[in-house]
Nanobody
Framework: QVHLVESGGGSVQAGGSLRLSCVASGATSSIYYMAWFRQVPGEEREGVAARSTFGGTPVYHNSVQGRFTIIHDVAKNTLYLQMSSLKPEDTAMYYC??????????????????WGQGTQVTVSS
């Protein structure tokens, strides 16, 4: 079992920055992929960024490419999402996800077995 706890959400004006954190505990050595997703009410959960814990090139949603950076600190068992140049359309509940399998599609929310409780990000214009 893996337990994920997000933090760092809040309210910010457009153009601002936030850093989300996701601390993993439990069977962390089993994790192969970690990711950030976001969701607004009435819409499907959307993949923001994902990466393998074993390295490789992260994948980003087109809308955040160049503005967001996903970082995995192995020593701290923590996944970060550094968000800059925030836009009102980035407003959503942001979720951390993890999975131990290496054959999944890391961009799809249905691929992940472990989820955090979410942290709200609100960007005002």
């Amino acid at each position: 079992q893996v337990h994920l706890v997000e933090s760092g959400g809040g309210s910010v004006q457009a153009g601002g920055s936030l850093r989300l954190s996701c601390v993993a505990s439990g069977a962390t050595s089993s994790i192969y992929y970690m990711a950030w997703f976001r969701q607004v009410p009435g819409e499907e959960r959307e993949g923001v960024a994902a990466r393998s814990t074993f390295g490789g090139t992260p994948v980003y949603h087109n809308s955040v490419q160049g503005r967001f950076t996903i970082i995995h600190d192995v020593a701290k068992n923590t996944l970060y999402l550094q968000m800059s140049s925030l836009k009102p359309e980035d407003t959503a509940m942001y979720y951390c996800a993890a999975d131990p399998r290496n054959g999944i599609d890391p961009r799809r929310h249905t691929s992940y077995g472990y989820w955090g409780q979410g942290t709200q990000v609100t960007v005002s214009s």
